[in-house]
């Protein structure tokens, strides 16, 4: 009775595990954050903060667009270049996360938040 009782609790912490896994899909700079408020909140941003990914299917400058949110406020985008397939993951349903890789103060705007996105599975 014991051996089934622990083989039901590992088979459930398994798959406990399994519902939280996370695979690192992609690493880039934030784009475009001189033109929103990321001066306004970056003081209270943090490494590892949550960021919230919309896709923008009628974005005028790009038709890919992923816009990334910290907190609900809109802080930049994915860059161009590296936007194709997470733009058609989340067309897709993927489960993507993303969050705050890295933070600096630096005057390149490119340079001053590095967003990791991750695939949850």
Partial sequence: MRLLATLSLLAWLGNAAAQSLQLLIQT???A????????????????????????????????????????????????????????????????????VGALADDPDPWRRVVVEVYLEL
């Fill in 32 to 99: 475009g954050s001189q033109y929103y408020a990321l001066a306004e909140v970056r003081p209270r941003m943090r490494t590892g903060d949550a960021l919230t990914l919309h896709r923008e299917t009628d974005n005028r400058h790009d038709r890919l667009a992923v816009r990334v949110d910290w907190q609900g406020r809109p802080i930049g985008y994915l860059p161009r270049a590296g936007n194709r397939v997470l733009a058609a993951a989340l067309e897709r349903g993927e489960r993507l996360r993303a969050r």
């Fill in 28 to 30: 880039m700079p934030l």
